[in-house]
């Protein structure tokens, strides 16, 4: 799992999918999408850190076989792609442009073979619905640092709990970090056994 989020490796855990975590040592904070579409940008995303621990790998165990898997999440905000809240100041702003209004989160995930190099990539969207919520709710929220690290300044299945009023159209697991409905099976001849068997041929969606 080329990624140091709990969320993610938890819910591989729970699709009973062993991960070992290798964060990839990719800044996404530093790149601009420039003028691609947002699911060719994060898809990008989820490339360049499933490539970077692959070479990495390469490096360091070159007996290495199994599946490298990588994500990036962004929200779609009024049209304009946004990832993880810098500051706090930047999270208080997000989440007022979320209240109240409907975005799309967009999750792209690499899968990278390891050593043959055969691949695949998706993305998957889900659209969120968020009503109203009141500044000092905000100001609470973003006191609490729980934006930190997450796309769109919030998580799911948190914010859920804590009784803001979202629903979500689609996977929640994608606005959560990865579409399991899709991965599920694409994953299964790693259920249990990530290093053994191999997927079928290289494949893009």
């Known amino acids: 799992?080329?990624?140091?989020?709990?969320?993610?490796?938890?819910?591989?855990?729970?699709?009973?999918?062993?991960?070992?975590?290798?964060?990839?040592?990719?800044?996404?904070?530093?790149?601009?999408?420039?003028?691609?579409?947002?699911?060719?940008?994060?898809?990008a995303l989820a490339w360049f850190k499933a490539a970077a621990v692959a070479r990495s790998l390469e490096r360091t165990e070159p007996a290495a076989r199994g599946l490298v898997l990588a994500a990036d999440t962004v929200c779609l905000l009024q049209g304009t792609i946004t990832g993880q809240p810098a500051d706090a100041a930047a999270a208080a702003r997000t989440i007022r442009r979320v209240a109240g209004g409907e975005h799309e989160v967009l999750t792209g995930v690499a899968l990278l073979e390891v050593?043959?190099?055969?691949?695949?990539?998706?993305?998957d969207t889900a659209r969120v619905r968020c009503g109203p919520l009141s500044e000092a709710a905000i100001e609470e929220y973003v006191a609490t640092d729980a934006w930190r690290g997450k796309a769109?300044?919030?998580?799911?299945?948190?914010?859920l709990a804590a009784g803001w009023p979202?629903?979500?159209?689609?996977?929640?697991?994608?606005?959560?970090?990865?579409p399991m409905r899709r991965l599920e099976s694409i994953l299964a001849p790693w259920r249990r056994a990530p290093a053994h068997p191999a997927p079928g041929r290289e494949s893009a969606s």
Do not use: F, H, K, Q
Not at 166 to 178: A, I, N, Y
């Open 152 to 159: 769109g300044g919030y998580n799911l299945e948190e914010r």
């Open 1 to 43: 799992l080329a990624s140091g989020s709990p969320r993610r490796r938890r819910m591989l855990a729970e699709a009973g999918i062993a991960a070992t975590v290798r964060p990839a040592e990719v800044d996404d904070g530093r790149l601009e999408p420039g003028a691609v579409s947002p699911r060719w940008w994060v898809a």
């Open 115 to 123: 050593p043959s190099g055969r691949r695949r990539l998706l993305v």
């Open 166 to 178: 979202l629903s979500c159209t689609g996977d929640p697991m994608t606005v959560v970090g990865l």
